[in-house]
């Protein structure tokens, strides 16, 4: 029987560590110091982190920064082209993976909170998790608390502290208090008893946060913190960078979301810039949405997509589908739903929060062989997912080509080299590589969402477009261009989104052949999702409930 509980001592004591290095890692304190000259440090004031005329080495060539002033209640934006050293300069900042400022001027100011050093945390995406795969995420909060009230010990035998002990008692109450109430804004509570490794990718995000939230940081650095994460969730992060800013927190945060970044960059922006020989960091304290009017983009692709329509049936207001009983899709919340009625040319567009199976009820949509789901004869779909399959994702853009064209239409005798004619007629790219040898991991996300489109556009006989979230890592420019290529489109569209640019887009122009949008939303009932046709519009419906979580993230208390 003892060495039962020294087993499981053992084991607690190994979760803990894990959990531990894991924080540790991705939260540092910093005590507060000054290198440089006293002129420079004249000019920063009471700042969170400062850096001017600094230069970082570790990257070729080295990311010098002019000036970068993370002020105390601030919420910026750092932008920049893959590669340009965002990741850098994040490292730089926490003194971390050999990264440092090593040349200029430089220093950390006070913390906002009971600690004397400044506590920068940072969201690496979904990095953070990967040590404690095999943990629920209740042993995960528990743990995470326990790490953070131990910074602030309580010894009541010792008298002569008492002052002390009733200030981290106060603390231990706060860090308490905080996590359960952010816990509770981001329904935490509906995967407590999950695994981390059985998450999807929003709880993941929402785990992460939560711990990097409750830590009481000075400085938040946040790498992609909406990655799959819902409209409402979204809104309720934004809601807390409020919060946060009124308790003298500093935010930071880089993203491919172009709309979020307009919410999120509204004290500034610092762009990254890649130039021959020189790696440059650009401060200025424009909003990100006037930063971004000042600065000229060249457009990523010219000319406009355009469909084939040889073979694409006229059956209008014949449904593509029919699924006149109730029916389920495996492994989702889908159990008993019935699907209404989407008519030939309709565009809808699916609404509702993570985890009430829009993207499950998609991938059945364009399965030809999930038999609850029966196709008009005639029906050709191209299904555009969130994620590439793997060996995909690590191919080259022929391979990519290749796989869209077994997805859209098998049978066709288009080519990839017909493909690498079409990329070259809409001006994608500058024309001066052989983008079919091009490993498909050197596009941004958004410029590979691009070449999707090119490449399902030049296949006969689709008149079905099945999209989750087309304008994922889209600029202002490229999302334009995937918006023409939907209104363009001859047929049915389909789509997933929590883009509010590319809903109000679509609202004022849904196409030619269109009337309107329609908005078929998914709620969840218990463990069960139900799909009800809205009156609401999908924009209108995607405002109210980014409004509401804001709302819920401002009644959240931060000391």
Not at 120 to 135: C, G, T, V, Y
Not at 162 to 179: P, W
Not at 304 to 314: M, Y
Not at 432 to 451: C, K, N, V, Y
Request: aromatic letters at 8%.
């Amino acid at each position: 029987m003892v060495s039962e509980y020294s087993r499981g001592d053992r084991e607690a004591h190994s979760e803990s560590e894990r959990l531990s290095q894991c924080l540790v890692r991705h939260i540092v304190d910093v005590k507060p110091q000054w290198h440089g000259t006293r002129e420079h440090k004249a000019q920063i004031g009471d700042t969170a982190v400062a850096a001017i005329e600094a230069r970082v080495s570790r990257c070729d060539p080295p990311l010098e920064v002019s000036q970068l002033k993370l002020e105390k209640g601030k919420s910026i934006v750092l932008v920049g082209p893959n590669g340009s050293g965002k990741s850098t300069l994040f490292d730089a900042i926490m003194g971390r993976a050999h990264a440092r400022f090593d040349e200029g001027s430089f220093g950390y100011g006070r913390g906002v909170h009971q600690k004397e050093t400044l506590r920068i945390a940072r969201l690496d995406q979904e990095e953070i998790l990967d040590s404690i795969k095999e943990m629920t995420a209740r042993q995960v909060l528990d743990l995470a608390i326990d790490h953070f009230q131990a910074e602030f010990p309580v010894d009541w035998n010792a008298m002569e502290k008492y002052e002390q002990n009733l200030a981290n008692d106060e603390a231990h109450v706060r860090i308490e208090s905080l996590m359960s109430q952010v816990g509770h804004l981001f329904e935490i509570e509906q995967f407590l008893g999950r695994k981390v490794c059985e998450l999807s990718g929003g709880e993941r995000t929402k785990l992460s946060l939560l711990m990097l939230l409750s830590s009481e940081p000075d400085v938040l650095l946040l790498d992609e913190p909406t990655n799959h994460l819902d409209l409402e969730s979204i809104a309720k992060l934004t809601g807390l960078f409020d919060t946060y800013k009124r308790a003298g927190v500093s935010v930071v945060n880089v993203s491919h979301v172009e709309w979020f970044l307009q919410l999120a960059g509204e004290d500034g922006t610092v762009e990254l810039q890649v130039e021959k020989n020189r790696r440059v960091a650009m401060s200025s304290q424009s909003p990100y949405r006037k930063f971004m009017k000042r600065e000229k983009r060249r457009p990523l692709m010219t000319g406009a997509i355009t469909w084939q329509t040889e073979g694409v049936g006229k059956s209008a207001g014949i449904s593509p589908f029919d699924a006149d009983f109730s029916f389920a899709v495996p492994n989702s919340p889908l159990h008993a739903v019935e699907l209404p009625a989407i008519s030939s040319g309709d565009l809808t567009v699916f609404s509702g929060k993570n985890g009430t199976g829009k993207t499950k009820m998609m991938e059945a949509m364009a399965d030809p062989h999930f038999k609850s789901i029966r196709r008009e004869k005639g029906t050709q779909v191209a299904y555009l997912p969130q994620f590439w399959p793997e060996q995909i994702a690590n191919g080259t853009v022929e391979n990519f080509f290749l796989w869209v064209k077994e997805q859209v239409n098998r049978y066709s005798d288009k080519t990839a080299e017909r493909f690498k004619k079409e990329l070259r007629q809409v001006g994608f790219g500058n024309g001066t590589r052989d983008l079919l040898r091009e490993p498909i991991t050197s596009f941004s996300g958004g410029e590979q969402r691009l070449l999707w489109f090119v490449a399902a556009s030049i296949f006969e006989g689709t008149n079905v477009l099945v999209l989750d979230e087309p304008s994922n890592h889209m600029d202002e420019a490229t999302m334009h261009s995937v918006l023409k290529a939907i209104q363009d489109f001859p047929g049915s569209v389909i789509l997933s989104t929590h883009d509010l640019r590319l809903m109000e887009e679509l609202e004022k122009y849904s196409g030619k052949s269109r009337n309107g949008v329609q908005n078929i939303v998914f709620m969840r009932d218990g463990e069960d999702a139900v799909l009800v046709k809205s009156d609401e519009s999908p924009l209108e419906y995607a405002k109210a409930t980014f409004e509401r979580g804001r709302k819920k993230a401002g009644r959240v208390k931060v000391a």
